[in-house]
């Protein structure tokens, strides 16, 4: 089959479309809405490769809530994770007392979340929860519930709807991953 994107060599199909993404994303907003009717959550996006899937969430949200941003970074320009998270930039809001709730793009081996959910803990928060669009369950390791869950993906690289590839093609708008080797 003819791969829908070739960047750098690799070769990539279509794996969600922009209309599973938006159903999904809109079940996800629902139960948000019904967990924390009466409560003015603090969602707390983790740059850069959450922006759209935040963007696209905090439309569907219907209870009073704010917003901030953490900037992490652990793979550089690579397929892999280096293992390595950097803080690129810090929270701006006041974590004490609030509830918290972390959007991310993907949860991979977890470091990054583990690394999150350590730096707001020690500011107190009310209650932490983690939203995720994808989550590779099978290699992710974190001792902690990943409490809204998009899609449950394999241990493959996916690109697009935020997700980079050398920081590029976070513009497309459904989401593709590596073609297997022929
Ligand atoms: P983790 O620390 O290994 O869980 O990886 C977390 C971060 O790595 C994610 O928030 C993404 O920004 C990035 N990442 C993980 N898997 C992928 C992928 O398949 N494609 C693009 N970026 C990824
Ligand atoms: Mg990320």
Do not use: W
Not at 30 to 56: E, Q, T, W
Not at 86 to 100: A, T
Not at 117 to 140: C, D, G, I, Q
């Amino acid at each position: 089959m003819a791969p829908d994107i070739t960047i750098n060599n690799d070769q990539f199909t279509l794996y969600l479309s922009e209309q599973q993404i938006h159903d999904r994303v809109k079940e996800l907003a629902a139960r948000l809405n019904n967990d924390y009717h009466g409560k003015v959550p603090i969602f707390i996006g983790i740059l850069n490769g959450s922006f759209i899937f935040f963007a696209d969430l905090i439309r569907e949200i219907t209870v009073d809530c704010e917003v901030d941003f953490l900037k992490l970074s652990s793979y550089g320009d690579a397929k892999i994770s280096s293992g390595q998270v950097h803080l690129l930039k810090d929270l701006n809001c006041q974590v004490e007392g609030r509830d918290i709730v972390v959007v991310e793009d993907v949860v991979d081996s977890g470091i990054s979340i583990d690394f999150m959910k350590k730096l707001v803990m020690k500011e107190n928060p009310a209650s932490f929860r983690v939203v995720t669009l994808l989550l590779k369950k099978s290699v992710a390791k974190v001792d902690f519930p990943i409490d809204y869950v998009g899609f449950e993906i394999p241990p493959e690289f996916v690109i697009g709807y935020g997700l980079d590839y050398a920081q590029k093609v976070r513009n497309l708008k459904s989401i593709y991953r590596l073609a297997p080797q022929e």
